[in-house]
């Protein structure tokens, strides 16, 4: 089968959360040591998925739709400009995915 993902970092580019360790320090007030419990949750989520991308199934194949370079948007806070400048890197990405494959997957 195949499997195709949509990247929102470059592919290259793995979740770093090294400041999650700064935060260790303050893990002893209750609040914080939950959002830590689910950052790292997260954060082995994502290690696991990029794994299975990296080293999939004998019988799967995986595709990767993924920016060329990192967003110019945020999760929270961005403004209409990046928001318009990250849906245009994202169209011409996923225009560029259906040219090399669009046959290959339907």
Do not use: M
Not at 44 to 50: E, F, G, R, V
């Amino acid at each position: 089968g195949v499997i195709v993902v949509i990247r929102t970092q470059p592919a290259a580019q793995r979740i770093n959360l090294s400041w999650l360790h700064r935060l260790g320090s303050l893990a002893g007030k209750e609040r914080i040591g939950e959002l830590l419990g689910i950052i790292r949750a997260h954060q082995h989520c994502c290690h696991d998925a990029c794994r299975f991308i990296e080293q999939p199934p004998d019988s799967t194949n995986v595709l990767e739709i993924a920016p060329p370079v990192p967003l110019q948007s945020r999760v929270l806070g961005s403004g209409r400009q990046q928001l318009e400048q990250d849906y245009q890197l994202g169209f011409r990405c996923g225009q560029q995915f259906l040219l090399k494959y669009g046959e290959k997957i339907t």
